[in-house]
């Protein structure tokens, strides 16, 4: 909710600063030049920590089904691989993140294909884990919706780069951030931008659907155990306390 929030907040100054035009920009665009930048860096920055910590959660809960349950249901390395998906995705929005698109545009491009793609094989790795754990983990209802998920984030990522990439070879324009429709490639970029939109709602659907199974894992708090630099001093101290509780 406040991802999105934030979106429109950088839409909104992006307009009003002239930054782009009104219409179909892409997510990166309202996100380019300052102010907005700063808001765009900040937000998704606080957003891959996040998708980073969801990964490694899920991660440990599948390690911990496939050691007690899935063993001979699903190998160690799909685990692995599956993970390492959702860690590269996470990397690639945080490149996306801290690289904008009008000054290091290779960098950015590479960040946000890394996102995308590896998001998708993440997405279509756990869609396959939630099959193998039914009905120890989740039910069938939870699987029809992820593969429906993952199909539409095939479908769109797919729809995000091939119409954009046609739509940049038919640009004539001088400033692709204000892109109108006599600067040529105008449909491609209004099918690529309009899905690229619809591809970040259906990435916060996917995760939203791990709420569910994330309340069945209980924490414990981690054992925390001191090296001490002055050991002599730390022994004494403890022989005093052992003598006031035998004292006692």
Known sequence: MHLSNSSHFRYTISVQWDHVVPGFPYISETGTLSPESCIFAQFLNIAALLLACC????HRQVSQWQLERGNDLVSRRIVVVTAWSGALA???????????EARVVAAHMIGAMTCFSAGTVYFCLQTYLSHKMIP?????????????LSVMTLILTVATIIPGYISMLEFQGNDYKKWLPTDG???????S???EWVLAIVYCAFLLTFVPEF????FEDPVVTLIYLDKDQG?????????????S
């Not at 990964?55 to 899920?58: E, K, L």
């Not at 120890?136 to 429906?148: E, K, W």
Request: glycine residues 10%; positive net charge.
């Open 55 to 58: 990964v490694y959660i899920r």
């Open 90 to 100: 996470c990397f690639g929005l945080d490149i996306l993140a801290n690289f904008q």
């Open 136 to 148: 120890a983990v989740n039910g069938r209802i939870v699987v029809y919706i992820r593969v429906a």
């Open 185 to 191: 490639g105008w449909g491609w970029h209004v099918a």
């Open 193 to 195: 931008a309009i899905s």
């Open 215 to 218: 309340r069945l894992i209980n």
């Open 235 to 247: 022994a004494i101290l403890s022989h005093k306390l052992n003598q006031q509780v035998q004292g």
